[in-house]
């Protein structure tokens, strides 16, 4: 008799990545490798093989940087695991963004074509100091467009994710782009996905890298 499946879980996830930025100043930069992520363990494990062999680990605000097992060094991240594209994605809530989660609330819903456009407004206090409205735009009950304004409503940054692909039933994005807005101008990044594993069995070591007692 066949097992009843009421909902799949997703809990881990493993992609070979690409990652090109045009910083401001005109420098530009690639980066390639194999990139990890365990809900449990709650640690963004970046493989880098290109341009050089080193391991990224990042866990709750520190970034990791290893070479050879060895520490390199650590430094902040604005990056938190458990807020990330990885971690919304495997928990099912890529398509808000975890918004519904932490502290907003929809102030306005509009069609435009074939696209829903929804604005969010954050409601907690410490929230609203540093940040504004998120305003996203979803097709098909999937993340299109999200973009991200400062409570003086100019705008921090855009992402789009593009060209999904389902992958033992979970849906993902195999390209996201994202530009950073600030003062000197604005930077410009695409990351691309491929030979996505949902699910792995296995590899614990990679999944949930040994981090040094500092």
Not at 13 to 22: C, N
Not at 105 to 120: A, F, G, H, P, R
């Amino acid at each position: 008799m066949p097992e009843i499946n009421f909902g799949q879980q997703f809990f881990r996830i493993s992609a070979d990545f690409s990652i090109k930025e045009k910083i401001a100043d005109g420098t530009s930069r690639l980066i390639m490798g194999k990139v990890y992520y365990d809900l449990s363990a709650e640690k963004i494990i970046y493989d880098i093989s290109f341009p050089e062999p080193e391991t990224w680990v990042l866990k709750d605000t520190t970034l990791y940087r290893f070479q050879s097992n060895e520490l390199l060094d650590k430094t902040s991240s604005f990056i938190i695991p458990a807020s990330s594209f990885f971690h919304f994605t495997l928990s099912g809530q890529l398509a808000n963004f975890g918004l519904k989660n932490s502290g907003y609330t929809i102030i306005d819903v509009s069609k435009k074509e074939e696209q829903i456009l929804t604005t969010w407004e954050p409601q907690e206090e410490k929230v609203k100091s540093s940040l504004g409205q998120v305003i996203m735009s979803n097709s098909d009950k999937k993340l299109q467009a999200i973009a991200f304004y400062n409570p003086d409503n100019e705008l921090l940054s855009k992402q789009f994710y593009k060209n999904y692909i389902n992958v033992s039933g979970c849906e993902v994005p195999t390209e996201i782009t994202q530009i950073n807005y600030h003062e000197k101008g604005q930077n410009y990044q695409i990351t691309s996905y491929k030979n996505v594993v949902i699910n792995e069995k296995g590899n614990e070591v990679i999944y949930d890298y040994m981090l040094p007692d500092l």
